[in-house]
Nanobody, 121 residues
Framework: QVQLVESGGGLVQPGGSLRLSCAAS????????MGWYRQAPGKQRELVAD???????NYADSVKGRFTISRDNAKNTVYLQMNSLKPEDTAVYYC???????????????WGQGTQVTVSS
């Protein structure tokens, strides 16, 4: 049974920082691209960042320079360090895993339950 369990969400003031974690089980972690998506109220779900087992990363333009994705393959865990947070970063953040298929990308195979991030003064 695949489980992706997120933690680290919460309420933070604009300009603040949060670190999300996602612990994966039930998958061979190094075979998966791990990612973070988010969905704000009334908006479509969007990719925030993803990372291969070789630590190649990809970011949405809106978070480049502020967010950093990383993974610990020994701990089956992926992280999202979020700095300089803005109110528009408010969303439910989902951890995802997508089996690595080389150049072919088909989107996440598994999703976590989500963790709320609220940026407000």
């Amino acid at each position: 049974q695949v489980q992706l369990v997120e933690s680290g969400g919460g309420l933070v003031q604009p300009g603040g920082s949060l670190r999300l974690s996602c612990a994966a089980s039930g998958i061979t972690f190094i075979q998966y691209i791990m990612g973070w998506y988010r969905q704000a109220p009334g908006k479509q779900r969007e990719l925030v960042a993803d990372i291969t087992s070789a630590h190649s990363t990809n970011y949405a333009d809106s978070v480049k320079g502020r967010f950093t994705i990383s993974r610990d393959n020994a701990k089956n865990t992926v992280y999202l360090q979020m700095n300089s947070l803005k109110p528009e970063d408010t969303a439910v953040y989902y951890c995802t895993s997508e089996v690595f298929r080389g150049l072919m990308r088909s989107g996440p195979d598994y999703w976590g339950q989500g963790t709320q991030v609220t940026v407000s003064s």
